[in-house]
Nanobody, 122 residues
Framework: VQLQAFGGGLVQAGGFLRLSCAAS????????MAWFRQAPGKEREFVAA????????YYVDSVKGRFTISRDNAKSTLYLQMNTLKPEDTAVYYC????????????????WGQGTLVTVSS
């Protein structure tokens, strides 16, 4: 499956962005999906994951209450709504597809998008 992430940009602290990740495959619902991010000089980290049907979501503590992961299986698209953004959210955000629900381990994801840059200014 091919993934293409988009929607990043420059936003002021306290603002919001919505990232999207379009998948090429019709069997999109068969995959658990996740967002990871990599800040400059840091390792890539888990942000959020969602089950294939979309009923279960998981978040890293630092984004709980601010970010919402969702998916539209009819459109084969994954989303990440990011509210109340902070400068520490600045990173390249990647979407990923796998078959280990709720996994926070990037090695459990088989397919990756190219990443989209989010920059939050203070």
């Amino acid at each position: 499956v091919q993934l293409q992430a988009f929607g990043g940009g420059l936003v002021q602290a306290g603002g919001f962005l919505r990232l999207s990740c379009a998948a090429s495959r019709r069997a999109f619902s068969n995959y658990d999906m996740a967002w990871f991010r990599q800040a400059p000089g840091k390792e890539r980290e888990f942000v959020a994951a969602i089950s294939g049907g979309g009923s279960r979501a998981y978040y890293v503590d630092s984004v709980k209450g601010r970010f919402t992961i969702s998916r539209d299986n009819a459109k084969s698209t994954l989303y990440l709504q990011m509210n109340t953004l902070k400068p520490e959210d600045t990173a390249v955000y990647y979407c990923a597809a796998g078959q280990y629900e709720s996994s926070r381990n990037q090695n459990d994801y088989d397919y990756w998008g190219q990443g989209t840059l989010v920059t939050v200014s203070s």
